[in-house]
């Protein structure tokens, strides 16, 4: 250790509140201090991935900035920021921003009383992004706008409310938002008694914007006067901070920065610690010294030349775009061209917090092979100025420093001090390029740098500098093929050799890590095209002054080629909400039917609601680490747990032999025993007394494996093993063989649907609580089974069920992922807590999450349809197949649904659905919304595209033909009348104007060979509920208190779908009095015993209907106190009822609708109903990249009489985008051993807020009804989800255009997520067939296709 001195004190501040540490730890990230800190405990600011890629941790740093002495404002994502190097710094947390006990900030108000909360479980990490946006610029630009919120996710609402409460702030507002139409709606009735937007009983406003408090700068937090004086006089100081493990050392000059390296040459500079702080989580590097120049001004030093430009090494990546863009608006283009690439993808690297901490240096030094600057910057011929203390040197970023060669490297003494970048010149010209995932907040696939300089007046190729990332371990230079062109010209002949000098190259094997090697291939080559095109029509800009000697050699670009050079810029969301107003003679103080805010939206928005980990520290507390599997299927050979217990703080190993009760089931075990079926499989847990202590434990637990046979792990070795969970699952009609006979034409195909993560916010977590007596243990946990996690612990302790109470306060997501497993996580944990005698508290990283728990189950389906040549449909036989996992789960449940609902929309006479769960040897897939209907469907409406393929026919008259027209039955003969499900179709043909649209896009096709357009229209019939009677049961108790306040329990939970505010709703209307009466606390066991599962969709419904009777009864008992006093007040009434000795307290119950199925004769009444709805998605694709860009999405979805249109839209938004997640960028990545790669924001990409289609509208279909129902509401959990699929019918529309154009066969195999890698590679064309092509029988791939 180097000082071996005391540590300096850490001064910093904290809402206002001044912070000094005696002891800082340097490996206490600023996120754990704020929630573990006991006299802080700010558990607003929440954990949800650790990385940096969710936001659901920002908050807001202000430092005082030494050179222009003002005072900077920028969010930070807290997991990755270190406390030590905060010294001097003031944070603002949720907290500090506002408060329902206090303020409430208006960005608070707004995000909450515009739906802009769901969960709630990232709205405060969503607040603080747009309140440090608002504090730098009060009212900044939509754009802005989008920035500032690109690096949060949010995994519920579908992110349209949260822009929406955003550009309430933006000067571009307009109030309401009725596009286009350049007045506000309100103005079109004048005498409405209603405030809200109204028209013809259709509103269009879900909030009243008028009734938001102004936004005040001068009320916000001022910074610290005493860190502004420590900032006018800083510390020259060295400061040091020692840990347990590492020291943290902070020179206050230059030249002890250089000392301090001399004498510390391996340790690193920590700058933003966007690089080594995941290095240290993934790879499990190890800094014992942390050196930080945050102090240390000349590495911020920014100056300008005639020739270039020096930008400080600790320049943020945000003040290094601010820096260029300065630039580029001060000189003439040709000398910026190498900033001008640069600032194009400063615009879509990581998000704004990154990109606040990120510096220029570390980007550098980190040498990512992603890394988006360094191509260009070593194209750009930029340097770099190092200094040691023998003084300064400068080196080139050239290929060999990229590739960490020692002779161009840095020495271990010497750091990075600034970058020069010079000015490009004429004749010159520099691009970049780039493919991600997705367009913002994603990593690239690849990226590419590319500078060529003409000789003068000429097209003669001077110089030429290519280089690549993503496509090796390091950026890679085309350096021998760029030499070998110069001399060239830059015509068609030029591009093709460049093209194969650069496959020859730049070449990548076939088992390259990160996989997608021939969508690599080819981008390596369309990148250049696009280079070539875009330097073609430069040049002609520049010739054309000048006599052309050799003009023959600018091969003039066709129009319909010049789409080829356009990128899809990011686009603020527009749209509209419609839905239908209540009856007028509705009283006001009834809340049915209106857009009430969710009860938790303030305290969601304040960081006051309190998810499971935010419960405060209980005495005796330990903490849980689970020990997984590393093999897919194994014998356990002997498990030395010995190095672990030798760990301080380390109390104890939970194995299989410590539970008292039963372990799981025979085949689904909650501990593994002697053997293990996946990777990611539960072996023990370590429990300690800090969480850092367990997951260090986990570490040194040695555990010995012996493989078994075979090893399973796709769909199509299951089938070849025979490898099933369960017998097949048919439902049959008509009669298919014959039929098949008749037709005009048949078509068989395949569809491929990739599994998907639920990736809810907030990760499985509980907290088990023994109690002293009677073995009782109190069970905080998010789940949507409370009941399911009692009855497992229950057996697992072997106690019985009514000592065990288990309490749901609120869920922070779960989109069924959290139906089965927190039993298994609740159960470990309370093993844990049984044996120990300690509280347990189990969280689990967002690692662990994806790697343990299942999702959606992969499909792969076959089709075989028979069609006469108008499009009917005579016969379709589709036989499924899904991949359950290790444990039968969900899986046969999953199985009967996908059969049940396959047919979707269509009424065909001759059908065959049979499907079947595979058994493999992956984590157990479950419960997802949807719950197989998304996948299943998915082949169904392939099989009506293939069938407009052959007809030459567009898909949406195949639709139209085959839809049920009339009242009939389904194919398992349950009753159906279609009316609505028209109504949906035609009022979205109508409201998006699809007709036009489709000619549109055929013009736009037309003219334009690179990009292409796609749309598509989806009809949808989904079933809600289960197919089981006893599963519809719901209970509810109510107590009015003798103030009148009434306290209202049901069985539901509350996952961020509104499920509480809606059952106020009904409270108030039943016992007419206003929801400020009412209130929920918790779903608890102890309240409501014996409750079903919260899915379904049918959660609300059933619920509904037991607190409807609940309050019914109540109501019933005080008639006659309200007959005698009519005129009295609901506290005379219940004061009169006390006195007459009259129960205010009720418990209300639901028997539930009846549903069964009978398989054996394939008919059944299993749904009680169902919802209809519709969807058109227009998008544009990049036939180069593979990227597209979502033009327009218009939903209907019939809701009949919504309890709560902004809960109901605000679900159908956020199934549609989190379907178009599923069918679009959400990729599960397994390698060959059957180890998930994408276990973390990063590698698995959800939809971020540029993901949203550029207008965005949705319709409730107005004056629908339905009797059965409460109010004649509907459930809308999980069915929008389906509707995603309108993105990825529009996209493979687009695709189809394109294979056309190109005259490329029809090609029946779809796949699902329609990734950039397949749209392009789909898109064949001159590039795709240059790349050279592996024979797979050649190498292991890096990942595996498990569908
Ligand atoms: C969520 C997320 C998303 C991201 N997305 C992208 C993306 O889309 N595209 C992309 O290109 N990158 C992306 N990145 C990577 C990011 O750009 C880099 O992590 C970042 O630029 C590193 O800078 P830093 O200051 O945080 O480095 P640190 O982590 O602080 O340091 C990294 C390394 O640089 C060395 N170092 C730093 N400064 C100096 C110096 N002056 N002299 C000598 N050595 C020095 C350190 O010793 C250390 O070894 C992403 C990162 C995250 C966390
Ligand atoms: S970004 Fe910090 S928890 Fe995700
Ligand atoms: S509300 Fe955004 S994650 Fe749930």
Redesign the pocket.
């Known amino acids: 250790m180097p000082c071996p001195s005391r540590s300096d004190e850490l001064v910093f501040f904290v809402n206002g509140r001044k912070v000094i540490e005696r002891n800082a730890d340097p490996e206490v990230t600023l996120l754990s201090f704020l929630r573990k800190n006991w006299i802080l405990c700010l558990t607003g600011t929440k954990y949800a991935c650790g990385?940096?890629?969710c936001g659901a941790c920002t908050v807001m740093v202000s430092k005082r900035d030494p050179t222009s002495q003002e005072i900077r404002h920028f969010s930070v994502t807290a997991c990755?920021v270190p406390i030590c190097s905060l010294y001097g710094a003031a944070v603002t947390t949720v907290e500090g921003v506002g408060s329902i006990k206090t303020r409430l900030h208006p960005v608070q108000e707004r995000i909450a009383k515009s739906h802009g909360t769901q969960c709630g479980f990232c709205t405060p990490g969503m607040v603080m992004s747009m309140y440090t946006l608002l504090r730098n610029h009060p009212q900044p630009s939509e754009e802005q706008l989008l920035e500032a919120l690109a690096g949060n996710l949010c995994r519920c609402t579908g992110y349209r409310p949260i822009l929406a409460s955003g550009k309430t702030f933006c000067l571009e507002s307009n109030g309401c938002q009725q596009k286009g139409t350049g007045k506000c709606c309100l103005d079109l009735e004048e005498n409405d008694s209603s405030s809200l937007c109204r028209k013809r009983d259709i509103c269009t406003e879900l909030f009243v914007k008028e009734e938001f408090q102004p936004l005040d700068p001068t009320q916000e937090l001022i910074f610290p006067p005493e860190l502004l004086r420590m900032a006018e006089d800083p510390e020259k100081r060295t400061l040091t901070f020692h840990g347990e493990r590492v020291t943290w050392i902070s020179p206050g000059t230059f030249k002890d920065l250089l000392e301090l390296k001399a004498k510390h040459p391996e340790a690193?500079?920590?700058?933003?610690?966007?690089?080594?702080?995941?290095a240290m989580r993934s790879k499990g590097h190890f800094h014992p010294i942390l050196l930080s120049?945050a102090r240390i001004s000349e590495?911020n030093v920014v100056s300008k030349t005639n020739d270039g430009l020096t930008i400080g090494?600790?320049c943020s990546?945000a003040h290094v775009k601010d820096i260029l863009a300065e630039r580029v608006s001060e000189l003439p283009e040709e000398k910026t061209q190498t900033y001008r690439a640069l600032l194009k993808h400063l615009k879509s690297?990581?998000g704004q917090q990154?990109r606040n901490?990120?510096?220029l240096?570390?980007?550098i030094?980190?040498r990512?092979s992603?890394?988006?600057?360094n191509p260009i910057l070593a194209v750009g011929n930029a340097t770099l100025n190092l200094t040691s203390e023998e003084g300064t040197r400068r080196i080139p970023l050239s290929e060999h420093f990229l590739a960490g060669l020692a002779s161009a490297d840095?020495k271990p003494e010497e750091?990075?001090e600034s970058v020069y970048i010079p000015h490009s010149q004429k004749w010159e010209f520099v691009s970049a390029f780039r493919q991600a995932q997705c367009q913002q907040n994603?990593?690239?696939n690849v990226n590419a740098g590319m500078r060529v300089l003409f000789k003068e007046g000429t097209d003669i190729i001077e110089d030429l500098s290519i280089t690549y990332g993503g496509v090796g371990a390091a950026t890679v230079s085309a350096h021998k093929s760029c030499q070998q062109l110069l001399g060239r010209q830059w015509d068609e002949l030029m591009l093709d050799e460049a093209c194969r000098r650069l496959l020859d190259e730049v070449s990548l094997p076939g088992w390259a890590p990160g996989g997608r090697v021939e969508f690599k291939r080819t981008l390596v080559v369309s990148f250049f095209f696009k280079f070539y095109l875009q330097v073609l029509q430069e040049l002609k800009k520049l010739i054309r002054p000048f006599p052309v000697p050799n003009s023959r050699h600018y091969p003039e670009i066709s129009d319909r080629f010049l789409s080829a050079l356009e990128d899809f810029q990011g686009t603020v969301p527009q749209g509209v909400q419609r839905y239908q107003s209540v009856d007028s003679h509705q009283p006001l103080q009834d809340p049915v039917g209106r857009p009430v805010m969710h009860l938790s939206g303030l305290k969601h928005a304040t960081g006051e609601a309190e998810f499971c980990d935010d419960i405060p520290m209980v005495d005796k507390e330990l903490h849980m680490a689970l020990v997984t599997s590393t093999r897919a299927y194994a014998k356990i050979i002997s498990i030395d747990l010995s190095k672990a217990l030798e760990i301080p703080g380390v109390v104890d190993v939970i194995t299989a032999k410590d539970i008292p009760g039963t372990n799981g089931t025979e085949d689904d075990k909650l501990l593994a025993v002697d053997e293990v079926l996946c990777v990611g499989q539960i072996i023990c847990a370590v429990v300690a007394e800090t969480d850092v202590q367990a997951k260090r434990a986990i570490e040194k637990i040695k555990i010995t494996y012996e493989e078994l046979e075979p090893i399973i792990f796709t769909i199509e070795d299951a089938i070849k093993h025979n490898s099933f969970l369960c017998p097949e699952k048919k439902l049959e009609q008509g009669n298919i063989e014959e039929a098949f006979e008749t037709v005009d034409q048949i078509v068989e195909g395949e569809v491929h649907v990739g599994g998907q993560e639920h990736f809810y916010m907030e990760t499985q977590r509980v907290l088990v609580i023994p109690k002293t007596e009677d073995k009782e243990l109190d069970i905080y946990v998010s789940t949507q089974d409370p009941a399911h996690v009692q009855k497992t612990v229950s057996s697992t302790l072997n106690i019985p069920i009514n000592r065990i109470t288990c309490h749901v306060k609120r869920v922070g997501g779960g989109f069924g992922g959290k139906i089965g497993r927190p039993a298994v996580f609740g159960a470990i944990a309370a093993v844990g807590a049984l044996k120990t005698g300690h509280p347990i508290r189990l969280v689990l990283d967002r690692e662990d999450d994806m790697l343990i728990t299942g999702g959606r189950h992969p499909l792969f389906g076959k089709y075989k349809v028979g069609f006469m040549n108008n499009g009917r449909i005579k016969a379709l036989d589709i036989e499924c197949f899904i991949n359950g996992g290790c444990t039968l789960d969900d899986s046969e449940l999953v199985t009967e649904f996908l059969i049940l609902k396959l047919e979707n929309a269509y009424k065909i006479r001759n059908l065959r659905f049979r499907g079947r769960a595979c058994l493999t040897n992956l984590p157990s897939n479950t419960a997802f919304r949807g719950f197989g209907f998304p996948q299943g469907t998915l082949v169904t409406e392939s099989c009506i595209t293939a069938v407009a393929a052959k007809c030459g026919l567009p898909p949406e008259k195949i639709r139209e033909k085959n839809m049920y027209q009339t009242v009939d039955k389904t194919i398992y003969k349950q009753a159906f009348n279609p009316e609505s499900l028209i109504r949906c179709w035609n009022e979205c043909l109508d409201t998006s104007s699809f007709h036009n649209r489709r000619m549109q896009v055929e013009e736009f096709n037309k003219k334009n060979y690179w990009k292409k357009r796609g749309i598509a229209v989806i009809p949808m019939k989904f079933s809600v509920g289960f197919a089981a009677t006893s599963y519809h049961q719901a209970a509810a108790l109510v107590h009015i208190y003798t103030d009148g306040s009434v306290l209202v329990t049901h069985g539901g939970n509350e996952l961020g779908q509104g499920i509480h505010t809606k059952m106020l709703q009904v409270a108030s209307r039943e016992l007419k009095i206003p929801m400020s009466y009412l209130h929920i606390c918790e779903t608890s066991t102890a309240t409501v015993p014996n409750t079903i599962a919260t899915a379904a969709s049918i959660g609300a419904d059933t619920n509904g209907r037991a607190v409807q009777n609940a309050c019914q009864i109540l109501l019933k008992r005080l008639e006659p106190i309200i007959k005698k006093n009519p005129e009295g007040t609901w506290e005379e009434w219940i004061e009169a009822a006390f006195e007459q000795r009259i129960s205010l307290s009720a418990t209300g119950y639901f028997r539930g609708y009846k549903a069964f199925m009978d398989w054996e004769k394939g008919e059944g009444d299993p749904f009680p109903y169902y919802v209809y709805g519709a969807a058109c998605s227009e998008v544009e694709i990049d036939c180069l990249t593979g990227a597209h860009k979502k033009i327009r999405t218009d939903i209907v979805m019939d809701a009949c009489c919504s309890l709560n249109p902004a809960i109901d839209i605000g679900q159908i938004e956020g199934a549609f985008i989190q379907g178009m997640g599923l069918y679009t960028t959400e990729e599960l990545k397994y390698s060959p051993e059957g180890v998930l790669y994408s276990r973390g924001p990063?590698e698995y990409k959800i939809p971020t807020i540029s993901d949203v289609p550029e207008e965005f509208n949705v319709s409730l279909l107005p004056s629908s009804q339905t009797p059965l129902t409460i109010y004649s509401s509907k459930g809308l959990g999980e069915s929008g989800m389906f509707l995603g699929s309108s993105v990825f019918f529009a996209i493979t529309d687009a695709v189809a255009a394109a294979r056309k154009e190109r005259d490329i066969a029809e090609d029946f195999t779809v796949k699902s997520p329609a990734t950039p890698e397949w749209v392009r590679m789909a898109c064949a064309d001159r590039f795709t067939e240059m790349i050279p092509r592996d024979d797979p029988k050649t190498f292991k791939p890096w990942s595996i296709t498990v569908a």
């Open positions: 990385r940096g890629g990755l690193p500079l920590i700058l933003g610690n966007t690089s080594l702080r995941p120049p590495l090494a600790g990546l690297l990581a990154i901490m990120a510096s240096g570390g980007h030094i980190s990512h992603y890394s988006d600057l840095l750091i990075l994603a990593l690239p990063d």
